[in-house]
């Protein structure tokens, strides 16, 4: 079966700093990988995508994702965190017009 | 604002009752998707509908259903509640299938008592 691992529950970042979320998929075929960011009391938003193509994609808010097809991975990164990212993040994978999610990794920033 | 709108907000109800929640997608959106979350289950998905037609199937239980209707619009029907169901239930809208992104609506909060 299709699906993705998020291996950290927690992720801690001062303000400022770098900001990576980590995401493992097992899929078999091409993979269509996801982001998805959820804010507390709200529905999931739409941060990025990977299709194909470029292996660096580019998403809303300076979100950015790496596609590694020799490691299996698609993490999320943002090169400065601010304390308003601090949310829960999705990493999810389509198939058969499934969308299956990872469990989520919540990610707090500290002023 | 994602443009698709879920009714009601909230509903508390009692065990073995039905309840039904209500999905309008996003202008031009031919999709539909419901989701629960859960502490336990985590974001599972249960359902697509593309222009009233069933597409996929995720893990729904029996004494759920869903329909999507000539407007578009979707109804997730919950019957025999059990404690067990009171989770939060996403509709999600996209243009089709596969690789096109969906949009979340804001949820409706079910509480089983």
């Known amino acids: 079966a299709q699906s993705v691992a998020q291996p950290e529950d927690q992720v801690n970042v001062a303000e400022g700093n770098p900001l990576t979320v980590k995401c493992t998929y097992s899929?078999?075929?091409?993979?269509?990988l996801f982001w998805y960011v959820q804010y507390p009391n709200r529905g999931l938003q739409f941060l990025l995508k990977?299709?194909?193509?470029?292996?660096l994609v580019k998403g809303s808010y300076g979100f950015e994702a790496e596609f590694n097809k020799s490691q299996t991975s698609f993490h999320l990164k943002k090169p400065s965190a601010l304390v308003s990212d601090s949310a829960l993040y999705f990493c999810?994978?389509?198939?058969?017009?499934?969308?299956?999610f990872g469990a989520g990794t919540t990610v707090t920033v500290r002023a | 604002d994602s443009g698709v709108t879920q009714t009601p907000k909230h509903l508390i109800t009692a065990t073995g009752q039905r309840v039904t929640l209500r999905c309008s997608p996003r202008?031009?959106?031919?999709?539909v998707y419901w989701y629960q979350q859960s502490l336990d289950q985590g974001l599972q998905f249960l359902i697509q509908?593309?222009?009233?037609?069933?597409?996929a199937k995720g893990n729904i239980l029996e004494r759920f259903s869903a329909q999507q209707f000539p407007d578009l619009h979707s109804e997730l029907n919950l019957s025999s509640l059990e404690l067990g169901d009171s989770a939060l239930y996403f509709c999600?809208?996209?243009?089709?299938?596969?690789?096109?992104?969906?949009?979340f609506g804001p949820g409706t909060r079910l509480t089983v008592t």
């Open positions: 999600a809208s996209s243009v089709g299938g596969g690789v096109y992104e969906q949009y």
């Open positions: 899929v078999s075929g091409n993979p269509y």
């Open positions: 990977y299709i194909t193509g470029d292996n």
């Open positions: 999810a994978v389509t198939y058969d017009y499934k969308l299956s």
């Open positions: 202008s031009g959106d031919l999709s």
């Open positions: 509908y593309y222009n009233g037609e069933e597409r």
